[in-house]
């Protein structure tokens, strides 16, 4: 079966460094993404990891090992408007279908 | 930037009755997609299309759903005979395949049976 476990809830200052980890356990791997979503949105796209190693796109950066079945997600210079639900999916099988895991709610407080 | 359209924004529906969810993707994607999310729970796939066929579907897509391409812009979600469970929001996504772009999610409908 397919298992992606992350923290339930994380809090974190503004202008900080939080780090959003999360293991999967899943037959088939394509990649693992990250998602951002805000109450009663849509999820949208962070970031996309394949290889092992670090992804850096501005403020956020994700890292894969593949080996480990770990991810994280590191958003710098945390802003109020980060304040969110964090999702990690694994994208798996022909048709990429995404298998998410809870969430991490991250709330940002000054 | 290109977005995902989707039609309602809210939908309303006694139980038994049924529902079409409408979705536009993005012109030039190729793979289609429905996903759920219950509140407070997390996003499940339901079904992804591919060439105008079903490429795959989850156990919660059953023989009360089914998807549609009517044209060369809609896809659709119908689901027969509601039940209360299925209340939820529904996601429709569209990808050109190329996943280090990853999908582009449409805004959602938010479906209530009562």
């Known amino acids: 079966g397919q298992n992606i476990d992350q923290p339930t809830e994380m809090t974190a200052t503004e202008g900080a460094i939080v780090q959003i980890n999360c293991t999967y356990q899943?037959?088939?791997?394509?990649?693992l993404f990250w998602y951002q979503q805000h109450a009663g949105e849509a999820p949208t796209f962070l970031s996309y990891?394949?290889?092992?190693g670090l992804e850096e796109k501005g403020r956020f950066s994700s890292f894969l090992s593949r080996s480990k079945g770990y991810s994280y997600l590191l958003l710098k210079e945390l802003q109020m408007k980060d304040s969110a639900s964090y999702l990690c999916a694994v994208s798996r099988g022909g048709g990429n279908k995404l298998t998410f895991g809870t969430g991490t709610q991250l709330k940002v407080e000054l | 930037e290109p977005e995902v359209t989707q039609t309602p924004s809210h939908q309303v529906t006694q139980m038994g009755q049924e529902v079409i969810l409408r979705c536009v993707p993005i012109?030039?994607?190729?793979?289609f997609y429905w996903y759920r999310q219950i509140l407070g729970q997390k996003v499940e796939f339901l079904v992804s299309f591919y060439n105008n066929e079903i490429s795959e579907k989850s156990e919660i897509f059953d023989d009360q759903f089914s998807v549609e391409r009517p044209d060369g812009s809609n896809f659709t979600l119908k689901i027969r005979s509601t039940k209360l469970e299925d209340s939820a929001m529904y996601f429709c996504?569209?990808?050109?395949?190329?996943?280090?772009?990853?999908?582009?999610f449409g805004s959602g409908t938010r479906l209530t049976v009562v």
């Open positions: 899943t037959s088939g791997f394509n990649g």
């Open positions: 990891n394949v290889l092992d």
């Open positions: 996504a569209s990808s050109a395949g190329d996943s280090h772009y990853g999908y582009t």
């Open positions: 012109s030039n994607h190729l793979y």
